[in-house]
C-alpha cells in the first residue's frame, strides 16, 4: 500500500486547508484509514481515523472543526480543517492499517505518506 499526503501550506489562525490522502497498492484490504499530525518534540498524534467497521475518532484538540471523509472510486481520503490554531502546527501523516484494533494508537499502522506540513500562523 502507498499512501500519498499532500495539500498543507501556511495559513492564517482561523482560516482553512483540506489536506488529501491518496491510496495504491491492496487499498482495499485496509480496514482503518486516517490521519495523524507531529509537532516539533511531541510524538505522533491521532488526528481523524475511520474504520471500515463504521467507526469515526478524532484527537480531543480537533473535535468540531475537523472532519475527515472519503471518496472510495478515488482511493482519496480528505481532513477538512476549519478554524486552525498555531497549535495546529505540525507535519499531517495520512496511514493505513488492516487491523482495526488499536486504531487511535499511532503504532498500530504499518503503512504512512511522507507527510505534509501545515503551518498556522498567528
Known amino acids: 500500500v502507498q499512501l500519498q499526503a499532500f495539500g498543507g501550506g501556511t495559513v492564517q489562525a482561523g482560516g482553512s486547508l483540506r489536506l488529501n490522502c491518496t491510496a495504491s497498492?491492496?487499498?482495499?484490504?485496509?480496514?482503518?484509514l486516517g490521519w495523524y499530525r507531529q509537532a516539533p518534540g511531541n510524538q505522533r498524534e491521532l488526528v481523524a481515523v475511520?474504520?471500515?467497521?463504521?467507526?469515526?475518532r478524532y484527537g480531543d484538540s480537533v473535535k468540531g472543526r475537523f472532519t475527515i471523509s472519503r471518496d472510495n472510486a478515488a482511493n482519496t481520503v480528505y481532513l477538512q480543517m476549519n478554524s486552525l490554531r498555531p497549535e495546529d502546527t505540525a507535519v499531517y501523516y495520512c496511514?493505513?492499517?488492516?487491523?482495526?484494533?488499536?486504531?487511535?494508537?499511532?503504532?498500530?499502522?504499518?503503512?504512512w505518506g511522507q507527510g505534509t506540513l501545515v503551518t498556522v500562523s498567528s
Open positions: 475511520f474504520s471500515r467497521g463504521g467507526s469515526t
Open positions: 496511514a493505513a492499517s488492516v487491523r482495526e484494533l488499536g486504531l487511535t494508537t499511532a503504532t498500530s499502522y504499518p503503512y
Open positions: 497498492g491492496k487499498i482495499w484490504d485496509m480496514n482503518v
